[in-house]
Every structure is written in structure tokens, then in C-alpha cells.
């Protein structure tokens, strides 16, 4: 059984900053890719970063040069570090974690999210 456990959302004036962070536990061998996606009130879920567990990156072209994301593979963890937040920036973020080696077939997983909220 995987879990992904987020942390780190919160409340903050635009401008400010915010750092999430999700661990994922469980008998995992290793993970292919491991990412934020964001969903704000009414609208579809949306890609904000993701990291190969090589390194390559991927970023939403509304958060770049703004978000950065890291991972630690030992760990299984992945960071999202948010500055010059902005109002269009609150939504629930969820760690996702695709290609997930364990015992079992290969899978992805979902974190339960957390509430990143921006105030103008």
C-alpha cells in the first residue's frame, strides 16, 4: 500500500511564499516521476510541476520562474517551493506520484491535497 502525505499548504498574502512537501511511504522500490498538480474552485485539475526521478523537470508556463521543485529519491519525497504568489495561484495542490515500483503492478498514486490560499 502507497501513501503520499502532503504538508505545508496554508494561507499567505500575495507576494509571499509557500513550500509543500509530500512523502510517500509504502514498499516502494522506486518512482518514475513524481509532481504537483493544482485544482481551483470550478476548473479541471491542472499539471503546475513535475520531476523524473533523473531530474528532468516540467513546469506549467504559469508558474515558471516562480515554483521550483526538487525530490529526494532516498527519501521519496517531493518539494514544491511557491514565491511571488499570486491570487490565480490558490487551489488545492496535490503531490502525485507516477510509476511506482513495489511488490505489486506498477502504479500511480494521489495525495488527499492540501489548500494553498493566496490574498490579494
Known amino acids: 500500500q502507497v501513501q503520499l502525505v502532503e504538508s505545508g499548504g496554508g494561507s499567505v498574502q500575495a507576494g509571499g511564499s509557500l513550500r509543500l512537501s509530500c512523502a510517500a511511504s509504502?514498499?516502494?522500490?522506486?518512482?518514475?516521476?513524481m509532481g504537483w498538480y493544482r485544482q481551483a474552485p470550478g476548473k479541471q485539475r491542472e499539471l503546475v510541476a513535475t520531476?523524473?526521478?533523473?531530474?528532468?523537470?516540467n513546469y506549467a508556463d504559469s508558474v515558471k520562474g516562480r515554483f521550483t521543485i526538487s525530490r529526494d529519491n532516498a527519501k521519496n519525497t517531493v518539494y514544491l517551493q511557491m514565491n511571488s504568489l499570486k491570487p490565480e495561484d490558490t487551489a488545492v495542490y496535490y503531490c502525485?506520484?507516477?510509476?511506482?515500483?513495489?511488490?505489486?503492478?506498477?502504479?500511480?498514486?494521489w495525495g488527499q491535497g492540501t489548500q494553498v490560499t493566496v490574498h490579494s
Open positions: 502525485n506520484a507516477h510509476g511506482v515500483f513495489t511488490r505489486g503492478p506498477l502504479g500511480d498514486y
Open positions: 520531476m523524473t526521478s533523473g531530474g528532468s523537470t
Open positions: 509504502g514498499s516502494i522500490f522506486s518512482i518514475n516521476a
